[in-house]
């Protein structure tokens, strides 16, 4: 029986492993790219009788990773996949401050992690199955902070903006092809993850919109990371996905 190829960045924890784990499901082959591996992954995968790989690649050496992507796709069947999906999810908060403030060292990281990586891994990605004829599609997951300047968030809005910009490149790449992947660069709205925690326990001289963020948790406005990775997969199978290369999940 055919499969539905999913490729997940950041699947080992928060929203990405929510993500993760509601892939898990039969009919799925499942490839999560992480840091490190998720050992409850594996069970729910051996229960489902579910194929899933954990790679383990550090994305501050993003060209590692996808060339890792592009040697295993090239040796794929393509006869095997009914659909091919690569989910960019992985990223990073650099250190919260001016940006007159920021180490070098740990910017470059942000930027490598959060823009360079999944540019890789989409070329890597596309790149391997162009002669595929069966529908493939690219999630990146971008942040409403691609699109809203913020204080002391330089290193992460500026991954964000270009995720959204490259994406936009990518779509009228693909829509010269005459099989072309469908793309967007997708907010998923804001979900309590780690990343929350980070933003909410930043130093408020260092940080102005600190209490803005406190606030969303205390007013309960967040969402969990289940409910924002059923939104996601929700949007990936709309009709019209790929109309808008820059999308969010509360789009009507």
Same mark, same amino acid.
């Given at each position: ?208 919109? &600190? ?9 309960? &406005? ?7 990775? &059923? ?22």
């Amino acid at each position: 029986m055919t499969q539905h190829l999913y490729v997940l960045t950041g699947g080992s924890r928060g929203m990405g492993l929510a993500i993760a784990e509601q892939l898990l499901q039969k009919g799925n082959t499942l490839i999560c790219i992480s840091r490190n591996q998720q050992a409850s992954l594996t069970v729910q995968a051996q229960e489902a009788g579910v194929h899933l790989a954990q790679w383990t690649h550090d994305f501050a050496d993003g060209a590692t990773a996808s060339m890792a992507l592009k040697t295993w796709l090239e040796k794929q069947p393509a006869q095997n996949y009914q659909s091919a999906t690569l989910i960019n999810n992985a990223g990073v908060i650099p250190n919260i401050g001016p940006l007159s403030q920021a180490d070098p060292h740990n910017l470059a990281m942000a930027l490598r992690v959060g823009l360079e990586a999944p540019m890789q891994l989409c070329a890597a990605f596309l790149g391997a199955t162009e002669s595929w004829i069966m529908p493939r599609k690219v999630v990146n997951i971008s942040s409403g902070l691609g699109r809203r300047a913020m204080a002391s968030q330089a290193g992460y809005c500026a991954a964000k903006a270009g995720m959204d910009h490259f994406t936009r490149c990518l779509a009228l790449d693909e829509a010269l092809k005459p099989n072309g992947a469908k793309v967007t660069s997708l907010a998923p709205g804001v979900i309590d993850t780690d990343m929350q925690v980070q933003l909410r326990s930043a130093a408020a001289e260092k940080f102005p919109d &600190q209490s803005g963020f406190q606030q969303l948790k205390a007013t309960g &406005q967040l969402t969990s990371p289940a409910d924002a990775a &059923q939104r996601i997969l929700n949007y990936l199978a709309r009709p019209d996905f790929g109309s808008n290369p820059v999308s969010d999940v509360r789009d009507a």
